[in-house]
């Protein structure tokens, strides 16, 4: 029986699991078929199934690889000195900027209205995804940089709304300005996740001084 070497073996399939990425951005989680994967990775079918056993394990891998990469994303946001600034940005990178992004987006939300076994991995890539996002919104509010009047998981799910949408708009209109979008919605965002600045109280015993026309009477 021939050993198998890890490192090689590691290095074929991230070569298949991008191949098949290629192939999902160009014709669609339905429409790209293992024999398309195989071309594409210049494999024989054969040869895929000591990697990956079907196609759904392929797009589970991507999932993995996704959360992985949210995963070291948050925790170099955190990391940095302007943490809403840097989540601006990797949202822009992320999906604003990234035409597969948008495409692989549509795609498998318009699959899971179709085949509930792959609804199930986008229901479950949505879960993982939005226990990373209240994680590091969690953890940003008790370092003050996150408003604290803000519930983690209800954030959450509006940066999810508007982080689909930013990706659907080139879509829905090719001729946006995205560079006017990017901004508005950066301002949008800082306004919304900014820690709000309350108001020092009045000290202990100090007194109001008096205001409207009473103000002005003085006692003789």
Do not use: W
């Amino acid at each position: 029986m021939r050993k198998i070497d890890p490192v090689k073996h590691e290095q074929k399939r991230q070569e298949i699991i991008r191949a098949a990425l290629c192939c999902f951005v160009r014709h669609g989680f339905h429409g790209a078929s293992t024999t398309d994967i195989c071309v594409a990775a210049k494999i024989s079918p054969g040869h895929l199934y000591h990697y990956f056993p079907s196609k759904d394990a392929i797009i589970e891998a991507l999932v993995q690889e996704n959360l992985a990469h949210a995963a070291s994303r948050f925790e170099a946001i955190l990391a940095s000195p302007n943490v809403i600034d840097a989540l601006l940005i990797e949202i822009e990178n992320a999906s604003i900027h990234r035409p597969e992004a948008q495409v692989l987006s549509t795609e498998a939300l318009a699959e899971a209205c179709r085949n509930p076994a792959f609804a199930h991995i986008v229901h479950e890539h949505a879960r993982a995804m939005r226990a990373l996002l209240v994680d590091f919104l969690t953890k940003a509010q008790r370092r003050g940089d996150v408003d604290s009047g803000l519930d983690p998981g209800a954030t959450a799910n509006i940066l999810f709304v508007i982080i689909d949408g930013a990706r659907a708009l080139p879509i829905r209109n090719p001729t946006v300005d995205i560079k006017q979008t990017t901004e508005h919605l950066r301002t949008m965002l800082a306004r919304f996740l900014k820690p709000s600045v309350s108001r020092t109280p009045p000290a202990a015993g100090a007194k109001r001084r008096a205001c409207g026309p009473l103000s002005l009477l003085k006692k003789r």
